[in-house]
């Protein structure tokens, strides 16, 4: 792996893979994937250094780790959301500005039908081929934004609601209500039991 590194004439780059790994424990090839989209969605959306972003990635596998460590958009701050889908997919956006009603956002997604042109990324992806992150990476780097799809979309913000906190009436611990329910979560589950 330090050799493939070491080809990569961006600093920047470099810069940042060096930071991925020790977080990530090694630079695996979805952590790779993230970098990528990351810089795609820099150039789309002209994200600058210190910019928040909110990032959606929709696999809990490797991808969040780079927004994590690169954007600090973590799971705590509301920055990074996961929503599992199974799918090498993320959707950015910065903030917005004040009294906007949707944000632009883009959807950056690994595409097969464009990876097809890479046979052992390909191979790596449709989890045909045990294929090693040297070799994956190795691919990544030839075909850079090669073997992404990506769209723009203006995603509606969140209302703001008003927190209310309540006290449930089984376990007498204090929770966060959705509505005015009286029994926590942690009760109505019963796969808690
Ligand atoms: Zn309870």
């Known amino acids: 792996m330090d050799e493939i590194i070491e080809k990569i004439d961006d600093p920047d780059l470099r810069e940042e893979i060096e930071k991925i790994i020790p977080f990530h424990g090694y630079l695996s090839t979805g952590a790779f994937i993230g970098l990528q989209m990351l810089n795609l969605a820099r150039r789309l959306l002209d994200i600058k250094e210190g910019d928040r972003i909110f990032v959606t990635c929709e696999t809990q596998n490797c991808l ?90 203006d995603l509606p913000l969140p209302i703001k609601h008003k927190k209310k906190v309540t006290i449930c009436n089984i376990c007498g611990e204090s929770f966060v209500q959705d509505e005015n329910e009286t029994i926590c979560k942690w009760c109505i589950n019963p796969e808690n039991e």
């Open 64 to 153: 969040p780790d780079t927004f994590q460590i690169l954007c600090s958009s973590t799971i705590g701050n509301k920055g990074l959301k996961i929503i599992d889908h199974g799918k090498m997919a993320v959707t950015i956006n910065k903030a917005a500005p004040p009294g906007e009603e949707t944000v632009k956002s883009v959807r950056i997604v690994l595409d097969p039908e464009k990876t097809v042109d890479y046979p052992i990324f390909h191979a790596w992806y449709m989890n045909e081929a045990k294929v090693s992150h040297e070799d994956g990476i190795n691919e990544l780097i030839k075909a850079d934004a090669d073997v992404y799809s990506w769209y723009l979309i």
